[in-house]
């Protein structure tokens, strides 16, 4: 099993990254949050990383954090979740507010991920609740007053689309990512794409 990746940033896309380890190119999907928390291209990166095997062939799956690696693989544990809703599921709500989500049994909150009915949704509930208490332990402390998405297209269309808007204005894509990345960090709820661009562009502007 391949646990971690440590490498030069070659790429970075939205879905994906390219990590050069020993003169070796790695792809591995990652999603939208971690995609503006990586560094500049040309710069070292460290992923936590998860090895599908499956009939269409192997994929590695990263992750800014060991323990969000972890909850991915968890997440496959329930019937009609893959890898790619999965990392769905974390893009959208990240790990605190998918930990958060399952803990409180926010049916409304998980259905927002793209791909998950309420009957998916009642199974992450059931079957994840108090393995999440074992898996995360301490890590497992979220803050009372966290806001989760509601809309059914949730933060990573939003996401995605702020990013495409930027580099239309000229901006290099790693730099839009890290715009918004920062906004959403600052404002995590659902914000229309006008105020993510009107918020990147004040970001850019005093960067």
Not at 163 to 175: K, V
Request: aromatic letters at 4%.
């Amino acid at each position: 099993m391949i646990a971690f990746l440590r490498g030069k940033l070659v790429a970075n896309q939205l879905d994906s990254c390219l990590l050069d380890v020993n003169g070796v190119g790695y792809k591995v999907y990652i999603h939208a949050r971690t995609a503006g928390a990586l560094p500049e291209i040309g710069e070292e990166a460290l992923l936590h990383t998860s090895l599908q095997v499956r009939e269409e062939g192997w994929s590695l799956y990263g992750f800014t954090k060991a323990g969000e690696r972890d909850l991915f693989e968890l997440l496959q544990t329930v019937a009609g979740i893959g890898p790619k809703g999965a990392l769905a599921c974390l893009g959208v709500l990240g790990q605190d507010g998918l930990c958060l989500a399952v803990m409180e049994e926010n049916v409304k909150a998980l259905t927002s991920v793209p791909g998950i009915g309420p009957k998916t949704a009642k199974r992450m509930v059931l079957e994840l609740k108090d393995r999440l208490k074992k898996l995360m332990g301490e890590d497992l402390a979220l803050p009372a007053n966290m806001e989760l998405p509601t809309g059914r297209e949730g933060e990573m269309e939003a996401t995605a689309d702020a990013i495409l808007a930027l580099e239309a204005l000229g901006y290099q894509p790693q730099e839009a990512r890290q715009a918004v990345a920062a906004v959403l960090t600052e404002e995590p709820g659902d914000l229309p794409i006008e105020e993510i661009l009107k918020k990147a562009l004040a970001y850019l502007a005093t960067g």
